[in-house]
């Protein structure tokens, strides 16, 4: 190959010019037959091997022609593709064989003119058989070995060393696995014969039961002194079993050896390709979503190794770099395991701090396009979050929570934008070395641990001159090898159980074989005729359906003869992720059949299968605590001893080893216990609780009106929400409408500009006179408001954000005509009155940053929407303005504990203002409210009221006693529910009453 100056070609790069071949022909229009389906994802794949197969069978091109319409677009397909590999100067398969044959005649192979043992080399096709027979020609003395039914094989050996294959004698008093090895798929089978133990069978609801019972079956292997690299696990189906045979193994604490024909999903390869599709998709938020999603961004300031020999995930190629060298096996990376523990890192654990559902925020239509359209579209999240924020009074859970999220946003853009920059900046049409450069930077910047998608791309740079291609065909061609990504062997395979398909295990033998998945449909696999070119097109020699279910058999001679003392064979009985039964495969009962003489009975045959493996579905454990292969198996079959033998106290080490359950199970108990206790909220808490509870008096720390009102509802969501400041989780919103907090803000923001005009034009207080030029001002105001919002946030739906304004223009003019049907002479005087709260240009001049202390030594903090004072009587009313739904039943005064903010903002502007306020009233200004007003008058009475609420929560928290004690249906729509659990409104009905007087006397104030 270096003499022809030649460059190994992989099989991904094989695929990539498959691709770019027939991207050429269809766009040419050469090939009519598939020009339908040539640009699918899968037809590269699929080209791929048909082409491969036609070159090692050197097939004729005058047949081809000859083969019907896909024979003529496949001829054209295959010498442009043969014409591609000669300008890139590439040798596939095919080519090396010739090379290698050639080589071998000329006596330059380095296995030539050397004694040969060869052990069932793999001789299906023209190449293959022409690189074994030149070999032989050269070799001086030769002993090959092929497996007893590969008659084809036999025969060819037969025809190259020109003698008759000896077939050694069976054996006198054959066990069951000689049987089976010698008469497998012969017609007239052995005579009868009794069991002995070098057969085995069971079959396990599942494959991850079925990979459990082999972990089960290997440690009692390895009691009896059998060493771990004398078993061997041979599969069919690979991809389907190495998961739950790796977690299988990994929870029994077996060593095990996964070949390279052992993949998995790899998240790095699918973030990469993520990120590809997003660069495809125009720079698509939800693409860039899916990448973020998969835990793969790199730690801040991490920068991958620049390694010039990353391994290359191909068994050809690897094979050039000669033997691995001796090191330490390196696992695939357990999540997080670089990362840092802290939470508040912008990146933990492989996964960015963004807030959660910021892709629907962004909307893919408001981004796609490039780095501008994202830039513009993050700072106004931003802004929107910054406006909700300021909505919410500063020392509440929900607003520690919107700035959380601002920081979390502010994280994504900071990480965001230079990678869309980058996907941004990739070329449209460039050849592969220029593709590969641009993803070697691309998988860097974007990923943990690149090094795997490196390695493919790795692959590719032998093809480096073919092109130009364009990013679908970059996809196309790497998208099946980034969905899984192999993991690189352990250099040594001894001291492990070996796991491989059963190709792999050629010329190999073991002690004990296990061989999973005989079930209908898994092995044998269902015959496929190759797409392309179906056996009605094909001719001799290429591979037909006779020669498929040759191949197969010869799969399980294969697996047959790896094992020297004993084969267990299984397979699942369910199909679990489809919840439906399985049966046995035609080779289960074939492998029975060879060796006991006779087919046996089906039923039969399936209930000694199933009492093979103890564990079930639901019982995932054996009888016998010696048989268990892990603590969890430990511990269930103490508990099915202890339920079944009403062993008491027999588990009690569960609760003494896991000191977690023990007080998880103790706290259900006391639950549901009459007396109160430490499982039913705060309830009579230590010394250390109640010095810390101390903190949290009314009169040592103000509190907002909103907060007090949790206590009526439920003590407990009162102790969660302003003491522990839990927050709900974060849900992703629905972008039809705009956000109600950004609503509020945007409602308020207008009705504070309007106040200020009105009053300094002289057209307070609003009347049905002045109605005309208030309702300009505040179209003005709204126009004005709006635009800033507009622009400062950059809304995602622009349509969405429009009809919501016109919305609020609609409530706007309401709300005033409403105003000025009640006017009773009330002067507005205080717009935005903070107390309590940092000072913020938007309030009014009027607020003052420290709290206000009531008589009562309790300390409150909050903003009042409106203070007037009346014309007349020079006393005081404060306006709170709603936007929400209004309630059926309005409060007197208290409103049962949850309806304080109006009294306790009247006594709030008594307390800053100096004068008598005379009413509160909630003022629901919108359509949704139906703009009624709710005043509650000032009284003695009302007063009085408050006082004894007030009274009521100091009391409980200098108690120390805040239970869960929901109002009827609080916990239907608490945000704590997966604090409480269920049936907490049961439970605490149960309790002693007593202790809830008061707290029923607060719910039954007027
Ligand atoms: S879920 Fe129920 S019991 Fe728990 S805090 Fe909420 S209202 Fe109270």
């Known amino acids: 190959m270096v003499a022809a100056g030649m460059a190994p070609a992989s099989g991904l790069a094989t695929e990539a010019i498959c691709a770019r071949v027939a991207h050429q022909l269809r766009n040419e229009r050469h090939i009519p037959y598939f020009e339908p389906v040539a640009n699918l994802p899968g037809f590269a794949k699929a080209l791929s091997a048909t082409l491969t197969e036609l070159r090692l069978e050197n097939a004729a091109p005058a047949k081809l022609r000859d083969a019907g319409a896909p024979g003529r677009d496949l001829s054209a397909l295959l010498r442009l593709y043969e014409q591609k590999l000669n300008e890139a100067a590439l040798a596939d398969l095919a080519m090396m064989l010739r090379l290698a044959t050639a080589a071998a005649l000329e006596g330059k192979h380095r296995f030539a003119n050397r004694a040969l043992i060869l052990f069932d080399p793999p001789m299906d096709t023209a190449l293959q058989r022409d690189f074994v027979s030149a070999l032989a020609s050269r070799s001086p003395r030769i002993f090959a070995a092929t497996l007893a ?18 077939r050694p004698d069976t054996d006198a008093a054959p066990v069951q696995l000689d049987r089976v090895r010698a008469s497998l798929f012969l017609p007239q089978p052995q005579e009868p014969a009794g069991e002995d133990d070098s057969l085995d069978y069971f079959s396990a609801p599942g494959e991850g039961m079925e990979s459990v019972e082999i972990a089960r079956r290997i440690r009692r292997l390895a009691e009896a002194d059998t060493p771990f690299d004398r078993i061997a696990i041979l599969l069919r189906d690979p991809e389907r079993y190495q998961p739950f045979l790796e977690e299988a193994l990994r929870r029994a604490g077996i060593p095990a050896y996964f070949t390279r024909g052992v993949a998995r999903p790899h998240p790095a390869g699918r973030a990469f390709l993520a990120l590809l599709a997003c660069a495809q998709d125009g720079c698509s938020a939800s693409r860039f979503g899916e990448y973020l999603s998969l835990g793969q961004v790199p730690s801040s300031g991490s920068t991958a190794e620049e390694s010039s020999s990353l391994p290359l995930d191909d068994e050809l190629l690897s094979g050039f770099l000669g033997l ?13 395991a670089d990362e840092t523990a802290d939470e508040n890192a912008p990146v933990s654990g492989g996964a960015l701090q963004s807030p959660i559902g910021w892709e629907d925020l962004l909307v893919d239509a408001a981004v796609i396009g490039g780095v501008e359209r994202w830039e513009r579209r993050l700072s106004g999240l931003k802004k929107e979050l910054n406006l909700q924020s300021s909505e919410l009074d500063e020392n509440s859970a929900a607003r520690h929570h919107l700035d959380d999220r601002i920081r979390r946003l502010e994280n994504l853009e900071r990480f965001a934008i230079p990678l869309v920059r980058r996907l941004h900046a990739l070329p449209g049409n460039a050849i592969w070395s220029e593709w590969i450069a641009a993803l070697t930077d691309l998988a860097r910047a974007a990923l943990r641990q690149p090094e795997p998608v490196l390695s493919i791309l790795g692959e590719l740079e032998s093809m480096g001159e073919v092109g130009p291609v364009a990013l679908d065909e970059v996809i196309q061609a790497l998208s099946d090898r980034l969905r899984f990504l192999r993991r690189e062997p352990d250099p040594r395979r001894y001291g492990q159980v070996f796991v491989s398909s059963i190709d792999e295990a050629r010329a190999r033998t073991f ?31 290429l591979t037909v359906q ?35 039964p399985r049966v046995p495969s035609l080779y289960a009962l074939e492998i029975l059949r060879a060796a006991m003489g006779r087919l046996p009975e089906l039923r039969d045959f399936e209930r000694r299968a199933a009492a093979g493996a103890e564990a079930h579905l639901d019982w995932p454990a054996p009888r016998q605590h010696r048989d268990a292969i892990d603590d969890a198996e430990y511990d269930l079959v103490s508990l099915d001893d202890a339920l079944r033998n009403k062993r008491r106290g027999s588990v009690r080490y569960l609760v003494e080893v896991n000191a977690a359950l023990g007080r998880s199970l103790r706290a259900r108990a006391w639950r549901w216990n009459k007396k109160w206790s430490y499982a039913d909220g705060l309830v009579d808490p230590d010394g250390a609780t109640r010095a810390a509870l101390a903190q949290y008096g009314l009169t040592t720390r103000s509190y907002s009106a909103s907060s007090l009102q949790q206590f009526a509802v439920c003590p407990y969501r009162f102790f969660l929400h302003a003491m522990h400041q839990l927050r709900p989780r974060e849900e992703p919103v629905a972008l039809e409408q705009m956000d109600p907090l950004t609503r509020g803000g945007l409602f308020h923001a207008v009705q504070r500009d309007l106040f200020a005009e009105l009053q300094s034009s002289g057209l307070l207080p609003v009347n049905r006179e002045r109605m005309n030029p208030i309702r300009d001002a505040a179209d003005r105001a709204l126009d004005r408001v709006a635009a800033q919002y507009e622009e400062d946030l950059a809304p995602a739906i622009p349509r969405v954000w429009r009809s919501e304004v016109e919305e609020i223009r609609t409530d706007l003019h309401g709300w005033l005509s409403s105003m000025a049907a009640s006017d009773e002479g009330w002067l507005p005087i205080h717009f935005e009155l903070g107390f309590g709260l940092k000072p913020d240009a938007r309030r009014d001049p009027a607020s003052s940053a420290a709290e206000v202390i009531l008589a009562n030594r309790v300390r409150l903090r909050g903003s009042i929407d409106l203070v007037e004072r009346h014309e007349t009587r020079g006393t005081l009313r404060v306006i709170d303005h709603k936007t929400g739904k209004a309630p059926d039943r309005p409060p007197v005064y208290v409103g049962g504990g949850t309806a304080l903010q ?35 008058e000032a009284t003695p009475s009302a007063r009085a009221f408050m006082g004894r609420v007030l009274e009521i929560i100091e009391s409980a928290i200098g108690e120390g006693f805040l239970p869960a004690a929901p109002q009827q249906d609080a916990c239907s729509f608490c945000d704590y529910r997966s604090v409480c659990g269920p049936h907490e409104a049961q439970r605490s009905k149960k309790k002693k009453p007593e202790r809830l007087e008061p707290l029923m006397e607060l719910r039954n104030m007027p």
């Not at 691995?324 to 997080?336: D, N, V, Y």
């Not at 020297?564 to 369910?574: A, E, G, H």
């Not at 306790?904 to 009624?932: D, I």
Request: glycine residues 6%; contains cysteine; proline residues 8%.
């Open 149 to 166: 039914g590969d008659e084809k094989s036999i025969a060819t050996w037969e025809h190259i060393l020109g003698i008759a294959a000896v």
């Open 324 to 336: 691995p060298e001796e090191r330490e096996p390196k696992p695939f990376a357990a999540e997080g």
């Open 511 to 541: 002690d004990v074989v296990f061989l999973p998945g005989l079930s209908e449909g898994l092995f044998p696999r269902k015959m496929m005729e190759d797409p392309l070119l179906l056996d009605a097109h094909r001719w001799a020699p």
């Open 546 to 580: 006779d020669d498929r279910v040759r191949r197969e058999r010869l799969l399980l001679h294969r697996a047959v003869g790896a094992a020297t003392t004993r084969l267990i064979f299984s397979y699942p009985r369910v199909d679990v992720a489809q919840s439906r």
């Open 902 to 936: 109006p009294l306790l903002y009247a006594l709030a502007a008594e307390s800053m203002l100096g004068a008598r306020v005379e009413s509160s009233e909630l003022s629901y200004c919108t359509q949704r409210g139906n703009y009624q007003r709710f005043p509650t």
